[in-house]
């Protein structure tokens, strides 16, 4: 049992108060999730260049050696946000070099995710603790995806924490259990794919990113992971453009969305959406089995 929240606001206005409403949400599944919990955030894309989440599992954060390695070894720009153990490395240099050059010289470091707008946070511990942590309360942006949870198929560390990521501007978050995530694997790691952990969610992002990458458009993708991924699963997607949901075919794990002119919000239980402004006054309905729903900004 999992946690999922996702908010998407429809308005720029309300980009401020994207941390401010989360932060409940996500509060509001710590019953459902306890162990970890996650955020990916999504702003305005830049221009130019990349954004690539950073993260220091455990030990002391060196974020100035890892500035310092940076400018000293890439031209161009680099600038680093820090939020405590994780940061936010803006980069003008290609993301795929910057990737291999943090790897090879700051292995402890972990890279959660790439993309123009994304920024990606995730830990172990209660949803409050995290979201104090990291202050999300105080992020801004047009969309975010959220989990809290409750681990039942693999270890409790940030590395199996959600949202997972693969290519750029792009996370998954889930509640369920995938039966066939080792089939999945199997299918992908020759095309290339490398797999970080043994989390069946992990290969269930990774498989809609490739078939995205392969040219579907995300329902294409999904309706392809209908044939592929077998279990229960409440999939909610983050990607540049906006927010898509689905349920497996039997509608077991639980979700509800809240619309209104100002916002979607999505969460695995209505507790988690009640302090919402205008909430009730909101087009409530639970999404059904086998169907692909999607918001964007535009």
């Not at 509060?27 to 999730?33: A, K, Y």
């Not at 989390?199 to 040219?215: Q, Y």
């Not at 916002?263 to 209505?270: D, M, N, T």
Request: with cysteine.
């Amino acid at each position: 049992m999992c946690g999922i929240v996702g908010l998407l606001m429809k308005k720029p206005a309300w980009d401020e108060r994207l941390g401010e409403l989360l932060v409940p949400m996500l509060v509001g599944m710590t019953e459902r999730g306890p162990d970890s919990a996650g955020l990916a955030v999504f702003s305005t894309a830049l221009a130019s260049g990349s954004k690539i989440s950073l993260f220091y599992p455990s030990g002391q954060p060196d974020w100035q050696g890892v500035a310092d390695s940076l400018q000293q070894q890439h031209s161009g720009e680099h600038h680093l946000q820090t939020r405590g153990a994780h940061a936010v490395l803006t980069t003008s240099t290609d993301a795929q070099v910057i990737k291999a050059f943090l790897q090879a010289t700051h292995p402890q470091l972990a890279i959660l995710s790439v993309g123009s707008s994304i920024d990606l946070y995730k830990d172990i511990g209660t949803p409050a603790q995290i979201a104090e942590r990291y202050q999300f309360g105080a992020l801004a942006g047009s969309h975010a995806v959220g989990h809290t949870r409750m681990a039942t198929e693999s270890a409790v560390t940030p590395a199996h924490a959600h949202p997972f990521t693969a290519g750029r501007d792009f996370c998954v978050v889930h509640n369920g259990s995938l039966s066939n995530p080792h089939k999945v694997r199997r299918k992908l790691e020759p095309l290339g794919i490398h797999f970080e952990t043994d989390n069946d969610t992990e290969a269930a992002c990774r498989f809609l990113e490739w078939r995205m990458r392969e040219g579907d458009d995300i329902n294409a993708a999904i309706e392809q992971g209908f044939e592929e991924l077998d279990g229960f699963f409440t999939f909610l997607i983050g990607t540049g453009d906006g927010l898509a949901l689905v349920r497996d075919p039997f509608a077991c794990k639980p979700a509800i969305v809240a619309e209104t002119d100002d916002y979607v919000a999505i969460a695995s239980e209505f507790r988690s959406l009640s302090h919402l402004p205008g909430v009730k006054h909101a087009r409530l309905f639970e999404p059904q089995p086998r169907t692909i729903y999607s918001w964007s900004r535009a």
